[in-house]
Antibody
Framework: QVQLQQSGPGLVKPSETLSLTCTVS??????????WSWIRQPPGSTLEWIGF???????NHNRSLKSQVTMSVDASKNQFSLKVNSVTSADTAVYYC????????????WGQGILVTVSS | DIQITQSPSAVSASVGDRVTITCRAS??????VAWFQQKPGKVPERLIY???SLQTGVPSRFSGSGSGTEFTLTISSLQPEDFATYYC?????????FGQGTKVGIK
């Protein structure tokens, strides 16, 4: 059974960088048929896809976040990470990591979510 | 970008009722649709993938159908644990987009 455990701060100051990590168990981040995703949900709103990354380095992310987003994979720790730079209050949201597979599509397993508040 | 219109935004229903939720896409998206259930304060859970495939462990009262631009999620006989918000996701074109959600409440 795949499990994803998220870690990272719950409070980030405006203009700083939001950094989150997702540690995977039950699958390998090096699997060529799995991809590793980030989704966020502002309070009271729907879900917003941020992007995904394969271990190969292939990525795709939501253009609405422009160049704010960086995703990476660390095979040695079986983790993947998200950085969102120059955050504003609009980036306040619950952030989720999730797995997708080529065979069965996106988001079959999710992390527990972290509420990240952008405030000074 | 592919626009997703999910309806209704809310529905009130009783235990045992049949509930249908619809998502319409602005362009044809084949069967690249998934459905999720989210209870308050909880993590979303996938119910359906590839428009009509039931996620392992999900009760058979949930079903999905559709192809192209119109998709439906049906709960054949609503149970107390099904009161939640439901979201569709299109993953045919970038950016992937979720519907606005349908809140299923108690009548």
């Amino acid at each position: 059974q795949v499990q994803l455990q998220q870690s990272g701060p719950g409070l980030v100051k405006p203009s700083e960088t939001l950094s989150l990590t997702c540690t995977v168990s039950g699958d390998s981040v090096t699997s060529p048929t799995s991809y590793w995703s980030w989704i966020r949900q502002p309070p009271g709103s729907t879900l917003e896809w941020i992007g995904f990354i394969y271990y190969s380095g292939s990525t795709n992310h939501n253009r609405s976040l422009k160049s704010q987003v960086t995703m990476s994979v660390d095979a040695s720790k079986n983790q993947f990470s998200l950085k969102v730079n120059s955050v504003t209050s609009a980036d306040t949201a619950v952030y989720y990591c999730a797995r997708g597979t080529n065979a069965a599509g996106p988001f079959d397993s999710w992390g527990q979510g972290i509420l990240v508040t952008v405030s000074s | 970008d592919i626009q997703i219109t999910q309806s209704p935004s809310a529905v009130s229903a009783s235990v045992g009722d049949r509930v249908t939720i619809t998502c319409r896409a602005s362009h044809g998206i084949s069967n690249y649709v998934a459905w999720f259930q989210q209870k308050p304060g909880k993590v979303p859970e996938r119910l359906i993938y590839a428009a009509s495939s039931l996620q392992t462990g999900v009760p058979s009262r949930f079903s999905g159908s559709g192809s192209g631009t119109e998709f439906t999620l049906t709960i054949s006989s609503l149970q107390p644990e099904d009161f939640a918000t439901y979201y569709c996701l299109q993953h045919s074109g970038y950016p992937w987009t979720f519907g606005q959600g349908t809140k299923v409440g108690i009548k």
